[in-house]
């Protein structure tokens, strides 16, 4: 029988459902393979005693960060709001520089990569984490090439994934690694997920999170497009709308929001169009006019670069269950 050593972190405030996802998806391989394969999971707290997660509930860990322990294949760091009390903890940073010298692989779900940051084990890797955490990652550790969009990445023998449930795609993806691609197909069918899931972050993170505040000179202008975006804009017709030079319009635009003023009308029309998919009947073509595209091929060809998943796609997999005509 082929066994397979994991060591799953746990800390003061770790996601649950880092820690439970891919237990549950490494522990079908036993069943599925009729006990052939195995991973034998151990879970490794930084403190001693039991460990609450964010959600209440508690565990107590096989063994922690002092004691010794056996000689891990795999290394599993959890996210979780507690991992920025424990991200810099001198003591874990040493255990994941140990680890990561001897293990095969070092992953990280969610945000738990500010663990391995800490640990310098980042630096000059290509990596992903929640969107939320973008911001902070890169001020945080400079020297990481951050993959904002993806849901999962590999870089060498370190593993990132996106928030809370990337977790089971990186376990997926680790079955894939470790016993073949059918094994992970029926993991990932009796779990109903998807071995593989279409498109990137931007499908559920906001589009339009660079909208202007109140009072600042950008509001008029954002709005306008907004309530108009079938209309072919220019900087210029946007400036002349606002009573301004199209270099100061740009000017003003870029400082307020931090993008120019149609990068913001291109994310507004798309997330226009994530909305007309979830919510409506409506045909692609008329999303495509309401939403200011010049053609439905155009549309098609828009969504799928942002998104990496096509419109159709998206409407299969996002609409609502209650779905109206019309909205707005």
Not at 138 to 148: C, D, L, Y
Not at 161 to 176: H, K, P, R, Y
Not at 294 to 312: C, E, K, Y
Request: aromatic fraction near 8%; hydrophobic fraction near 40%.
């Amino acid at each position: 029988m082929k066994r397979i050593k994991i060591g799953m972190l746990v800390f003061p405030g770790f996601q649950l459902l880092d820690i439970a996802g891919p237990k549950d998806a490494f522990a079908e391989v036993k069943v599925l393979s009729k006990g052939e394969c195995e991973y034998d999971m151990m879970t490794v707290g930084t403190t001693r005693g039991t460990v609450q997660s964010s959600s209440g509930l508690t565990t107590v860990p096989d063994r922690t960060i002092f004691d010794t322990c056996p000689e891990f294949d795999t290394i599993i760091v959890p996210g979780g709001l507690g991992i920025f009390d424990a991200f810099d903890d001198p003591a874990l940073s040493d255990w994941l520089r140990v680890q990561h010298r001897q293990c095969r692989r070092v992953s990280a779900i969610c945000n738990g990569l500010f663990a391995l940051g800490s640990a310098g084990l980042l630096d000059n890797k290509t990596v992903t984490t929640h969107w939320m955490d973008v911001p902070r990652l890169a001020s945080t550790f400079p020297k990481a090439r951050i993959e904002p969009d993806q849901i999962f990445v590999r870089d060498g023998r370190i593993y990132t994934t996106a928030g809370v449930t990337a977790g089971i795609d990186l376990s997926l993806a680790m079955i894939e690694d470790d016993f073949g691609r059918q094994m992970a197909l029926d993991v990932a069918k009796y779990l109903i997920v998807y071995l593989r899931r279409a498109g990137g972050q931007s499908q559920f993170s906001p589009l339009l999170e660079t909208q202007a505040s109140p009072g600042s000179q950008t509001v008029e202008v954002q709005q306008y497009m907004l309530e108009n975006l079938h209309v072919g804009h220019t900087v210029a017709s946007l400036a002349e709308h606002v009573h301004m030079s199209a270099r100061n319009l740009s000017r003003i635009f870029s400082k307020d929001c931090g993008i120019t003023p149609m990068t913001f009308l291109a994310n507004a029309r798309i997330d226009a169009a994530r909305r007309y998919l979830e919510a409506t009947e409506l045909p692609l073509r008329e999303i495509a006019r309401r939403c200011g595209f010049d053609d439905t091929d155009g549309f098609r060809r828009t969504f799928l670069r942002r998104l990496q998943i096509n419109p159709a796609e998206y409407r299969d997999r996002f609409r609502s269950k209650t779905m109206h005509e019309k909205v707005g």
